[in-house]
């Protein structure tokens, strides 16, 4: 897959671009001020964790997963249930993400060990329709989840809006519960994102990809192809759990829409495919990209739309509402002739030089 | 397509017999029935997949596209048509059905030739760049029916004289059921006949064994599989049009909500068999049925539920293809 020897070039260019990124997501709230801003640095903080440990799974493992959503809603509902239900504090809210995060493992375990002895397809037909259910059932057991309408619930006092560490503004920006929770979103999505890192590069890394380049030849050298992959899905569910539980901390709400649906699933397999599968630094720049892109792809459609409103077929094309139809374009195109990424095409064209 | 014994062909059986003691029998009768109709719709619907999963190790994640694309034109087709619909005749309604279902079928054939030349071509052999590319252009085909159709769903109404039911010792069997059932029993005897019994079948599984050796014995194996292809998509249309009369109602997420559906179906029977597709929707069918009706509240779980259960007894599906 990668080069031998990845030429200077591609790689400083990398290097640069993940160091501006870690450089303003430390210091967004100081470099982009307002309420807008610092929620989008958090968001993009725990999407490249989602990514990143989904592309564990994609790049790494090589097996697709159409239920890497329903593990990153199951850990937000795990917050959101017991921080709307219990005494809400950090008592409740450890629980709640420790009963979401193991639930997510235990079922991420349970759907790979039903498919993966035959087939890696199988896993991605199993996981598809466990996902299906889980989304109808999040959005049906009103009395447990809030239905569609979702929860809102209550976070640890040092996490709430209204609350003041210091009296004084540092820097200019006020030191509120807000920034409270964003440098505790970036810190644990730091953390989780390096223990990925770490774990990809161990001698586990390696035999997962082993077994993508050539599943008998792993299992001839002695490799439990079964069990690797299945610790691998348990890990990837675990980790996306934790980006749900961060959302949940981020947004005091949670319903089937924000972090279970099938649009997200999509989200996320764009980010993994346009940063590049099997480096997380890949994983981590689409996440960025997209969540950026967000929010102006609908602005430049509706720009299109008004462009094109002479011309009905190509205005219905256009209508802001067809996001998905552009994306979705834009996916298989990016597939077809740009498989390795930015990631991979950077380190690619380094290493033709 | 090769069994290796009939202890899942008695899955259906004892599957009914097992329902019957929860339910009062005309309850039982018209639930086995629907179920059954049921069971053979998602067959006509499933067969394309499995078909093209059993020839060319193609896993069409955007089946359901094509099953949604039948659908929609069954319903334009219908609107176009409110004579042949709303005549009390059977002839005049089963000319309407015959009509939409044509039409689904040529149209979605013609666009999976188009789709495997452009589409699935490049990424023969590559599972994971397969699925990724598959699930991108089902996003792509839902959003354009959108385009086309618009965002509302479109409504069929019930042909007259097939929306009567029959009444045998007090259970209710509608006649659309009957049809659609009749429709998916012919295709799969229909399939299961051509690739046991004739030339064409003959070479398209000697082809799935060893492709080489069949090309170099002077068959043209390519042209053969896009010619299988477009035969599973256009069964695929033929079941969106059906699917769309018998509820009635189409809607852009329907394609999607299918392939869930569909993915069960074939992984309880087999990747890449067509009998166990046919006992896997057989199964698929009874069980949402009965659970409905016993219990409303798991039907939801139930074909989960049921699709675990099998693969735990069977991990490759109730009647596994064998491949060497």
Known sequence: MSPASPGRAGRVLLGLLLAILLGALAFAPFLFPGTRAMATASRIAIFIVLAASYDVLLGYAGIVSFAHTMFFGIGAYGVAIALARLTPGWGALALGAAAGIGLSMLLAALIALLSLRVRAIFFSMLSLAVASVALTLASQLRDLTGGEDGLTFPVPAALSPGFRLLDHPVLGVRVDGRLLTYYLIFLVALGLFLFLLRVVNAPFGRVLQ???????????????????????????????????????????????????????????????????????????LGAALMVLAQYYLETLLQALAGAAAGLPPLAALFDPDRWLLWLGLIFVLIVYFFPAGIAGSLRLRAGEE | MRTGDAAPILAVPILLLAALPAMGFADWLTLSASGLAMGMLLFLMASGLTLIFGLMDVLNFAHGAFVGFGAFIAASVWARLPALVAAPGLAANLLALVAAGGAAALVCGGLGLVFERVVIRRVYGAHLRQILITVGAMIVAEQMSVVIWGPDALTLAKPASLASSFI??????????????????????????????????????????????????????????????????????????????????????LGGELTVLLFTVVVIGGLGSVSGSFLGALLVGLITNYVGFLAPKLALLSNVALMAAVLLWRPRGLLPLVRT
């Open chain 2, 168 to 253: 045998v010792a007090g259970g209710a069997v509608e006649k659309f059921r009957l049809v659609a059932a009749g429709l998916g029993l012919a295709a799969f005897l229909a399939l299961r006949l051509v690739l046991a019994r004739t030339r064409i079948g003959l070479v398209v599984r000697a082809g799935v064994e060893d492709r080489e050796m069949v090309e170099a014995l002077g068959y043209r194996v390519r042209r053969l599989f896009v010619f299988v292809f477009a035969v599973g998509t256009a069964l695929a249309g033929v079941g969106g049009a059906m699917w769309a009369v018998y509820a009635g109602t189409v809607t852009a997420a």
């Open chain 1, 210 to 284: 082993a077994i993508r380049e050539n599943e008998f030849r792993a299992e001839a050298l002695g490799y439990r192809v079964v069990l690797y992959r299945s610790l691998a899905s348990a890990l990837a569910a675990g980790v996306a759990a934790c980006a749900g539980v961060l959302m949940g901390l981020l947004l005091r709400y949670n319903g089937p829409a924000t972090t279970m649906s099938f649009a997200i699933m999509v989200d996320l397999l764009l980010m993994v495919v346009i940063g590049g599968m099997g480096t997380l630094y890949g994983a981590a």
